[in-house]
Nanobody, 115 residues
Framework: QLQLVESGGGLVQAGGSLRLSCAASGSIFSIMTMAWYRQAPGKQREFVAR???????YYADSVKGRFTISRDNAKNTVHLQMNTLKPDDTAVYYC?????????WGQGTQVTVSS
């Protein structure tokens, strides 16, 4: 079992930065592939970034070069550093943990980017 709690969302002006965090409870964090997704109003949830247990990361084209995902297995935490934010980045951001047969989601944190 894994519980995920996101934090760090808020309101920021375009061009600014935010750092999201996802704290995981449970002993299986280190074997999970961790990811961030987002859902804007009226749109489907979309993939943002993921990092596997070996620290290999992958990004959606829309955030490549602006966002950085990282993990700290000692603290059971995954972060999403978001730079050069755009109004189109406005969404609820969700933390996700997956492995074979396992799939967990957090409650989400709101990110609003004003123009």
């Amino acid at each position: 079992q894994l519980q995920l709690v996101e934090s760090g969302g808020g309101l920021v002006q375009a061009g600014g930065s935010l750092r999201l965090s996802c704290a995981a409870s449970g002993s299986i964090f280190s074997i999970m592939t961790m990811a961030w997704y987002r859902q804007a109003p009226g749109k489907q949830r979309e993939f943002v970034a993921r990092i596997n247990p070996g620290d290999f990361s992958y990004y959606a084209d829309s955030v490549k070069g602006r966002f950085t995902i990282s993990r700290d297995n000692a603290k059971n935490t995954v972060h999403l550093q978001m730079n050069t934010l755009k109004p189109d980045d406005t969404a609820v951001y969700y933390c996700n943990a997956v492995n074979v047969g396992l799939d967990y989601w957090g409650q989400g944190t709101q990110v609003t980017v004003s123009s």
